[in-house]
């Protein structure tokens, strides 16, 4: 299992330059922190979806305490399925220098799944509302915004790499929900960002909770050579590996 888990990582079965991969879930949660279901409970749903890989991206940071525990219950599920499923924990950018909200004890990790869930300004985190009226008062332009939150993702993968494999969870969502389009990130910008997934090896999630990237993203990645993966960033066993927004894509 080593070493399939392995040529997963780094990109066989998780993420492809060429396709979406529908037989893989690259972000699901359990009840240890985000979801509601168990390991065992996901895995089973994922078995009956008909799944070939899998993997956990639990909410995590300074304070967790259940890493240990919940690794352990990823591999006692090895034993009851043929799917090769990944321990990863999801982590925030939380400065524009790319420092991530680490959890204490890496070492039971295969992945860290980076998010950029409030925008890094100086020594502020901006949520999506707070960004969406910087923008109406004219402190910040959507251009601004966009380098700005690509400039996050880049350093944050930088950084995560250093420890583990790292990806990209559900990029630019952040745009949407300050009511930006993502026409504001321009070819440069992704350019920008495709480089840094390829220098760092970091596969892009796709994700069907978030709608994001959007189709015009997902494509200018693929024709990068960027490796893309689906991800559910499922909350209940039910919603792993079911795809609408994915199969659009």
């Known amino acids: 299992m080593g070493a ?5 990582i780094g990109g066989g079965a998780v993420g492809t330059a060429c396709a979406l991969d529908l037989a893989v879930d690259a972000h699901v949660h359990t009840g240890f922190a985000a979801g509601r279901d168990a390991v065992g409970v996901v895995v089973s749903a994922a078995d009956q979806t008909g799944l070939r890989a899998l993997t956990f991206a639990d909410q ?5 305490t259940w890493l240990s525990a919940y690794a352990d219950a990823v591999r006692r599920a090895r034993h009851r399925t043929e799917m090769t499923l990944r321990v990863a924990a999801e982590v925030e950018v939380v400065r524009p220098d790319g420092w991530l909200a680490l959890p204490p004890d890496l070492a039971p990790l295969d992945a860290l799944s980076v998010a950029v869930s409030d ?6 985190l901006l949520t999506p509302r707070e960004v969406r009226t910087r923008l109406d008062m004219g402190l910040l332009t959507a251009g601004q915004v966009a380098e700005l939150l690509v400039a996050a993702a880049v350093k944050g993968l930088e950084r995560a790499s250093r420890y583990v494999p790292a990806q990209l969870a559900r990029p630019l969502a952040l745009l949407g929900q300050a009511g930006l389009d993502d026409s504001c990130v321009t070819p440069e910008l992704i350019g920008e960002l495709a480089s840094a997934c390829r220098t760092t090896g970091a596969v892009v ?4 909770a978030w ?6 993203v997902v494509q200018m990645l693929l024709d990068t050579a960027v490796p893309v993966a689906p991800a559910s960033d499922a909350r209940y066993a039910a919603e792993v590996g079911r795809w609408q927004y994915l199969r659009r894509v």
């Open 211 to 216: 709608r994001s990237p959007s189709p015009r």
């Open 4 to 8: 399939e888990r392995d040529s997963v």
């Open 119 to 124: 925008l890094p300004v100086g020594d502020e």
């Open 60 to 64: 995590a940071g300074p304070d967790t």
């Open 205 to 208: 999630e796709v994700s069907e």
